[in-house]
């Protein structure tokens, strides 16, 4: 007896269904059964006829079930009941004890009516095939050698050809699976047919000679059937363990850029013979969590495997179970026979599947395809050992996606990176080449180079992360973030235009303008950004990321927010140049210094004179300071052209002392060079080098610079002010500190932002501010200077005010060297060294 059972891969153009196949049957075995009924039965002793239906009921449940691959066929012993039956009671009744075993076993086994039909079909047929052979062939006595090759002839016939039909009814329903159906029918008609047709002779030999015999032939039989059913476990598991050798191979095969978790599930569909295969793994790198299913229905999830909460799952993955689950209805409880029945299966196996997430996965395979084998000790072994290798595929595979998720991902961040954005870029402009929109935002963090100075690469690295989160959170919710190198990070806006980039991009700016806390220090994040669009800017990522590039250089001269222009192209090459021409033009003296005379509010004596940088081009004529001092702190140059005008102007002022002139000169100190750690060594080889007294030298700092938490906390100001030199706090009034701040600080004056003393003599708004800024920093013991002073009327005013020291236009316009010295024969006189001091004094003339 056997079965079709699986759908396979060569499945016929026109598949018959399986009543089809009933009823074919039906009409094939009709002709053979008419023709065996009609034979006139012979009288038999009721003993004789039920001691045959009940061994072939015997014989046909006592079957051994091989599956090859997708189909699965049971072979049995019915041989020997078969020849019995032919020798003892005739065709008539040998064909309705072999209907009525086949239909009873099939029915009780709960074959669907047309697999029942269909089988007791074949039956018929078998023994009108052996009924034909045994017709035309010598048959004698039992004892007769004649006999015995006739009756082997005969049964093995119809066992040959019962089993061809039983092959043809799979080829017609599931399509051909290949040789190793036919390769089935040819080992059980010549292994197993003979032995049990030659076994049922030796029966009838033994009782033919003495019924006493049957003593002897029960445990015979009994050993026998012990034997068979031995050979039936141990050709199991000899599947079974060819089935883990298949899978391994199978799974070595998986390449590296396959679907993995898929090709596995139909792995372990295909060798387990299953009605459907789930496993569920959890989130990964920037997967969430993922449900395979492999079924016959082709369907892609269904309830059970995916739910936390499952008893089945939950009992698999709490680490309690020894080896994989085996559930089955008929052995489980209410709780399992729910779980079983929300599923819509009979019988599961379920394990837990280890992960370089650290949660477990987990794996399900419900029901086998076949109507008589179901999951056994035998699969569940079976599946526990295939775990080992689909442990190692699935970490193999989650390791290759980590190599790939590094490959475009930015480690600190979590971000994708340059090359991912740009792939991402090129495939959102590859959807629509002609009018496909996009926006990109590069933005720069401002102070991440004076954070990595002055705290270290954690508080930097720290800082990213803050600014990371602030862009994700801000940023629109179809923007693609990604960090480049650096401080640097990037915004893709899909199917925006440059209008609507640039809004965004002025949003974000705003949003993440705030102060954060990084390594216990409260730091300010602010943005520059640049702004290109395709396709007004560029069709391809390469061009669009360039521009945009281009664009961030531009927006640090432009309000924080600039777009691209092709004329920023040229400034971005004279930027580039200008960048690799600051230490030969150092060098060659092109950049050099001028001076701005600093008075005495009160007396007009010449108190200082602020230096301020200038570079004179070959090429681009005068440079405007802003834009190669900002480019030199971009470039980390910033620290070499202030030792280059602090050398300047310390020059000019050992000059002035061997004339015994006491002149004390002024240098303006960018917020980056505060942050680099050598800054005060600097300073004080300089004031060895030129045998400048501290006194003599003023540091001009930012306002920003000043009162940012990485300054305040450090002991740079402190020990600046320690070399004897003062401090000065430049273009105060324009920025976020107040007067009681500086009270923390070694600051010893403010600087008046000019914005405010030019507007004096016009506005009474602006001439209130200096009044109180005059008057708080005196209550503070800070002097006062003013620049910006164009006109008699300010001066007088600022005089008025108590204002210390005045600087501008009205006094002298910022001069080179030698003009300086013209212009202090000019216009200055010497006054006499004051009581105490080694060197005299300049003053100007009235």
Same mark, same amino acid.
């Given at each position: 007896?056997?079965?079709?059972?699986?759908?396979?891969?060569?499945?016929?153009?026109?598949?018959?269904?399986?009543?089809?196949?009933?009823?074919?049957?039906?009409?094939?075995?009709?002709?053979? !059964?008419?023709?065996?009924?009609?034979?006139?039965?012979?009288?038999?002793?009721?003993?004789?006829?039920? !001691?045959?239906?009940?061994?072939?009921?015997?014989?046909?449940?006592?079957?051994?079930?091989?599956?090859?691959?997708?189909?699965?066929?049971?072979?049995?012993?019915?041989?020997?009941?078969?020849?019995?039956?032919?020798?003892?009671?005739?065709?008539?009744?040998?064909?309705?004890?072999? +209907?009525?075993?086949?239909?009873?076993?099939?029915?009780?086994?709960?074959?669907?009516?047309?697999?029942?039909?269909?089988?007791?079909?074949?039956?018929?047929?078998?023994?009108?095939?052996?009924?034909?052979?045994?017709?035309?062939?010598?048959?004698?006595?039992?004892?007769?050698?004649?006999?015995?090759?006739?009756?082997?002839?005969?049964? /093995?016939?119809?066992?040959?050809?019962?089993?061809?039909?039983?092959?043809?009814?799979?080829? !017609?329903?599931?399509?051909?699976?290949?040789?190793?159906?036919?390769?089935?029918?040819?080992?059980?008609?010549? /292994?197993?047919?003979?032995?049990?047709?030659?076994?049922?002779?030796?029966?009838?030999?033994?009782?033919?000679?003495?019924?006493?015999?049957?003593?002897?032939?029960?445990?015979?039989?009994?050993?026998?059937?012990?034997?068979?059913?031995?050979?039936?476990?141990?050709?199991?598991?000899?599947?079974?363990?060819?089935?883990?050798?298949?899978?391994?191979?199978?799974?070595?095969?998986?390449?590296?850029?396959?679907?993995?978790?898929?090709?596995?599930?139909?792995?372990?569909?295909?060798?387990?013979?299953?009605?459907?295969?789930?496993?569920?793994?959890?989130?990964?790198?920037?997967?969430?969590?993922?449900?395979?299913?492999?079924?016959?229905?082709?369907?892609?999830?269904?309830?059970?495997?995916?739910?936390?909460?499952?008893?089945?799952?939950?009992?698999?993955?709490?680490?309690?179970?020894?080896?994989?689950?085996?559930?089955?209805?008929?052995?489980?409880?209410?709780?399992?026979?729910?779980?079983?029945?929300?599923?819509?299966?009979?019988?599961?196996?379920?394990?837990?599947?280890?992960?370089?997430?650290?949660?477990?996965?987990?794996?399900?395979?419900?029901?086998?395809?076949?109507?008589?084998?179901?999951?056994?000790?035998?699969?569940?072994?079976?599946?526990?050992?295939?775990?080992?290798?689909?442990?190692?595929?699935?970490?193999?595979?989650?390791?290759?996606?980590?190599?790939?998720?590094?490959?475009?991902?930015?480690?600190?961040?979590?971000?994708?990176?340059?090359?991912?954005?740009?792939?991402?870029?090129?495939?959102?402009?590859?959807?629509?080449?002609?009018?496909?929109?996009?926006?990109?935002?590069?933005?720069?963090?401002?102070?991440?180079?004076?954070?990595?100075?002055?705290?270290?690469?954690?508080?930097?690295?720290?800082?990213?992360?803050?600014?990371?989160?602030?862009?994700?959170?801000?940023?629109?919710?179809?923007?693609?973030?990604?960090?480049?190198?650096?401080?640097?990070?990037?915004?893709?806006?899909?199917?925006?235009?440059?209008?609507?980039?640039?809004?965004? !991009?002025?949003?974000?700016?705003?949003?993440?303008?705030?102060?954060?806390?990084?390594?216990?220090?409260?730091?300010?994040?602010?943005?520059?950004?640049?702004?290109?669009?395709?396709?007004?800017?560029?069709?391809?990522?390469?061009?669009?990321?360039?521009?945009?590039?281009?664009?961030?250089?531009?927006?640090?001269?432009?309000?924080?927010?600039?777009?691209?222009?092709?004329?920023?192209?040229?400034?971005?090459?004279?930027?580039?140049?200008?960048?690799?021409?600051?230490?030969?033009?150092?060098?060659?003296?092109?950049?050099?210094?001028?001076?701005?005379?600093?008075?005495?509010?009160?007396?007009?004596?010449?108190?200082?004179?602020?230096?301020?940088?200038?570079?004179?081009?070959?090429?681009?004529?005068?440079?405007?300071?802003?834009?190669?001092?900002?480019?030199?702190?971009?470039?980390?140059?910033?620290?070499?052209?202030?030792?280059?005008?602090?050398?300047?102007?310390?020059?000019?002022?050992?000059?002035?002392?061997?004339?015994?002139?006491?002149?004390?000169?002024?240098?303006?100190?960018?917020?980056?060079?505060?942050?680099?750690?050598?800054?005060?060594?600097?300073?004080?080889?300089?004031?060895?080098?030129?045998?400048?007294?501290?006194?003599?030298?003023?540091?001009?700092?930012?306002?920003?610079?000043?009162?940012?938490?990485?300054?305040?906390?450090?002991?740079?100001?402190?020990?600046?002010?320690?070399?004897?030199?003062?401090?000065?706090?430049?273009?105060?009034?324009?920025?976020?500190?107040?007067?009681?701040?500086?009270?923390?600080?070694?600051?010893?004056?403010?600087?008046?932002?000019?914005?405010?003393?030019?507007?004096?003599? /016009?506005?009474?708004?602006?001439?209130?501010?200096?009044?109180?800024?005059?008057?708080?920093?005196?209550?503070?013991?800070?002097?006062?200077? +003013?620049?910006?002073?164009?006109?008699?009327?300010?001066?007088?005013?600022?005089?008025?005010?108590?204002?210390?020291?005045?600087?501008?236009?009205?006094?002298?316009?910022?001069?080179?060297?030698?003009?300086?010295?013209?212009?202090?024969?000019?216009? /200055?006189?010497?006054?006499?060294?004051?009581?105490?001091?080694?060197?005299?004094?300049?003053?100007?003339?009235?």
């Amino acid at each position: 007896m056997a079965e079709p059972d699986t759908p396979v891969q060569h499945r016929p153009l026109t598949a018959l269904g399986p009543s089809t196949i009933g009823w074919l049957s039906v009409f094939i075995a009709a002709p053979f !059964a008419v023709w065996l009924l009609s034979a006139r039965p012979e009288p038999e002793s009721p003993f004789v006829v039920l !001691a045959v239906l009940g061994a072939f009921a015997v014989a046909e449940s006592a079957n051994l079930h091989v599956e090859f691959r997708r189909q699965s066929v049971s072979i049995s012993a019915s041989e020997l009941a078969f020849v019995i039956a032919l020798v003892e009671v005739g065709p008539f009744w040998a064909t309705v004890m072999r +209907a009525l075993a086949v239909a009873g076993v099939c029915l009780v086994q709960r074959f669907s009516l047309a697999k029942v039909i269909a089988n007791t079909a074949v039956a018929v047929v078998e023994v009108a095939v052996a009924v034909a052979v045994l017709s035309v062939s010598p048959v004698g006595a039992v004892t007769a050698p004649a006999t015995w090759v006739s009756y082997l002839a005969a049964v /093995t016939l119809a066992t040959f050809v019962g089993g061809g039909l039983i092959r043809l009814a799979i080829i !017609a329903t599931q399509g051909y699976p290949g040789r190793a159906l036919w390769t089935s029918l040819l080992v059980t008609t010549f /292994t197993v047919t003979p032995m049990a047709v030659l076994v049922g002779l030796a029966v009838l030999l033994l009782l033919h000679t003495t019924v006493w015999s049957l003593l002897i032939m029960a445990p015979l039989l009994a050993g026998l059937v012990m034997l068979y059913r031995r050979f039936a476990a141990v050709s199991r598991e000899g599947q079974d363990l060819e089935k883990v050798y298949d899978f391994a191979r199978q799974v070595e095969q998986i390449g590296p850029d396959e679907d993995g978790p898929r090709l596995l599930v139909e792995a372990i569909r295909e060798l387990l013979n299953a009605e459907r295969v789930a496993l569920w793994l959890p989130p990964y790198l920037d997967e969430g969590p993922q449900l395979v299913v492999a079924s016959d229905d082709g369907d892609v999830w269904y309830d059970g495997p995916g739910d936390p909460d499952d008893l089945l799952r939950r009992r698999a993955t709490d680490g309690t179970a020894d080896g994989p689950l085996l559930v089955s209805t008929s052995r489980a409880t209410e709780a399992e026979v729910a779980a079983l029945a929300r599923r819509g299966v009979q019988d599961l196996l379920a394990a837990p599947v280890i992960t370089a997430a650290g949660e477990p996965g987990y794996l399900e395979v419900c029901d086998r395809r076949s109507d008589i084998v179901t999951f056994a000790e035998g699969d569940r072994a079976a599946l526990d050992s295939m775990l080992t290798h689909v442990n190692a595929a699935i970490r193999q595979q989650q390791l290759l996606a980590q190599i790939r998720y590094d490959a475009d991902h930015d480690r600190l961040t979590g971000l994708p990176n340059r090359q991912r954005l740009a792939a991402d870029i090129d495939v959102l402009l590859a959807e629509d080449p002609v009018a496909g929109r996009a926006g990109l935002v590069f933005a720069v963090l401002d102070n991440y180079t004076e954070v990595t100075d002055t705290l270290g690469h954690a508080a930097s690295d720290e800082l990213l992360l803050v600014t990371a989160g602030l862009l994700r959170e801000h940023a629109p919710p179809a923007a693609l973030v990604a960090r480049m190198e650096g401080a640097q990070f990037a915004v893709l806006l899909p199917g925006v235009s440059l209008a609507a980039t640039e809004r965004a !991009a002025r949003r974000l700016r705003e949003a993440t303008s705030t102060r954060v806390l990084v390594a216990g220090l409260e730091l300010e994040v602010t943005l520059t950004i640049g702004v290109a669009a395709a396709p007004v800017h560029g069709t391809d990522a390469g061009t669009l990321m360039q521009r945009a590039d281009v664009a961030l250089l531009a927006a640090s001269d432009s309000g924080g927010v600039a777009s691209y222009h092709p004329v920023l192209d040229q400034q971005s090459l004279r930027r580039l140049q200008l960048g690799t021409e600051i230490e030969q033009a150092m060098a060659d003296g092109q950049i050099s210094v001028v001076f701005q005379p600093i008075i005495d509010a009160r007396t007009s004596d010449i108190v200082s004179v602020e230096t301020l940088v200038r570079w004179a081009h070959p090429r681009y004529g005068a440079v405007s300071p802003d834009d190669f001092i900002h480019l030199a702190e971009q470039i980390g140059r910033i620290g070499a052209l202030t030792d280059h005008v602090l050398d300047l102007a310390l020059a000019r002022c050992r000059r002035w002392l061997d004339q015994d002139i006491a002149l004390s000169v002024a240098v303006n100190l960018s917020a980056h060079c505060l942050a680099e750690p050598d800054l005060v060594e600097r300073v004080r080889r300089a004031l060895r080098r030129h045998g400048v007294p501290g006194e003599l030298l003023t540091l001009e700092l930012t306002e920003g610079s000043v009162v940012d938490d990485s300054v305040r906390n450090s002991t740079v100001l402190a020990d600046l002010h320690a070399l004897g030199l003062r401090l000065s706090m430049d273009d105060f009034g324009t920025g976020y500190s107040s007067l009681s701040q500086l009270r923390q600080l070694p600051i010893d004056e403010v600087k008046i932002d000019k914005s405010f003393v030019l507007s004096m003599s /016009t506005s009474q708004g602006e001439s209130f501010i200096a009044r109180s800024i005059i008057e708080l920093a005196h209550n503070l013991g800070l002097r006062v200077v +003013a620049e910006g002073v164009e006109d008699e009327l300010t001066r007088n005013a600022l005089a008025d005010m108590g204002c210390d020291k005045l600087q501008g236009f009205l006094i002298s316009r910022p001069l080179p060297d030698d003009k300086l010295e013209s212009w202090l024969l000019a216009r /200055t006189g010497v006054r006499s060294a004051v009581p105490g001091t080694p060197h005299r004094r300049l003053f100007v003339r009235a």
